[in-house]
């Protein structure tokens, strides 16, 4: 009967045993046989809203978690950082040459290649903070040491922090100081503005009824400045019109009168050549024209002596009686 016990308990403890083991393997994984790397990082903010077991990303994949943090105090100082352990899994991150770790010089590089941890906001409603991992080689890389030999990374400050510092290294007081001098400037001008805006809006009321005045005249000039085109063009439309038409009237003359003045220059031309044919030097006309202008030299002559003649004795010349 004992044995029978025995032998039931021994089943039930192995049974619980069987149950762990299974049980461990479901939730531990493979992570039980895989060495997990250990670094370290010093951050300067408050890490308030950050807890272990806050998952550890890079570029937004979970690499690893956070195992511990505590308070370190720097003397002489009494500066307080605070170290914050981190577990990665060099599964989740590769590099060409393996896995993160695999050589004792790959951490190292990574550091130097500007890797760098940043406390992220998870959620705005909790306010829980995760460790994001990225390279910014253009960041200083600040690093403190640890006395167990841990690897550390450079750590920069959140976004939130680089706001706060931004608004810490303003002189808000001076700043205060600047907005009320320039609100009293403001509150003189608009003051001194109040008591010159009734005359100017006066005279800019007079000004715009001038100038609608103004535009109003010169609308109506303009209006009979068009009915006056519209009736120089016409009558320049009309007369175009007539000396058209007596352009055309006066063409017809001026061919006729072309046609007539040379009828007359083809009759001028053989009369010309007639008058040459006459006048020519063996023609027979010529020596005609020529003996006729003899007799008509005779002629003129004898008549010019017989006018001598009749003023020296005028009856004599009646009579018939010699003069004496």
């Known amino acids: 009967m004992a044995l029978g016990k025995s032998a039931a308990v021994g089943a039930f403890v192995l049974g619980a045993a069987g149950i762990a083991v299974v049980a ?8 039980l046989f895989t060495n997990n790397l250990r670094v370290l990082v010093h951050f300067q903010d408050s890490v308030a809203g950050l807890t272990a077991g806050a998952p550890v990303t ?3 994949v979970k690499v690893g978690t956070v195992r511990s943090m505590k308070v370190y105090i720097k003397l002489p100082n009494l500066v307080p950082t605070i170290p914050v352990y981190l577990e990665i899994e060099p599964g989740q991150v590769s590099w060409t040459t ?7 010089d790959d951490f190292q590089l990574a550091v130097k290649a500007g890797l760098r941890a940043q406390l992220v906001t998870q959620s705005l409603v909790t306010g829980q903070l995760n460790v994001d991992l ?10 403190i040491g640890s006395d167990d030999g841990v690897p550390e990374i450079p750590s920069i400050p959140s976004d939130f922090q680089r706001m706060k510092n931004q608004i810490t ?18 509150e003189r001008v608009v003051g001194e503005l109040t008591g010159r805006i009734g005359p100017v809006a006066s005279s800019i009321q007079q000004t715009s009824d001038a100038a609608r005045e103004t535009l109003e005249a010169t609308t109506a000039a ?21 000396t058209h038409a007596q352009i055309a009237v006066i063409g017809k003359d001026a061919d006729r009168l072309l046609a007539t003045a040379g009828r007359a220059v083809s009759q001028a031309e053989r009369v010309i050549a007639s008058l040459h044919d ?25 008549l010019r002596n017989f006018t001598r003649e009749l003023e ?12 004496r």
Request: glycine share 12%; proline share 8%.
């Open 169 to 186: 290294d303003l002189d808000l007081p001076d700043l205060t100081d600047k907005a009320r001098v320039a609100l009293i400037g403001i």
């Open 278 to 302: 006459l006048t020519g030097p063996n023609t027979p006309a010529r020596g005609d024209v020529e003996a006729t202008l003899r007799d008509l030299a005779a002629s003129a002559s004898s």
């Open 222 to 242: 303009v209006r009979q400045l068009q009915i006056d085109a519209s009736h120089t063009l016409a009558n320049i439309d009309r007369l175009a019109n007539a």
């Open 98 to 104: 393996g896995s993160l770790g695999a050589g004792p």
């Open 134 to 143: 990225d390279f910014h080689p253009d960041t200083p890389a600040t690093v």
């Open 58 to 60: 890079l570029r937004g």
């Open 24 to 31: 461990i393997l479901l939730f531990g994984g493979t992570r």
């Open 312 to 323: 020296r004795n005028p009856g004599g010349a009646l009579l018939g009686r010699p003069a």
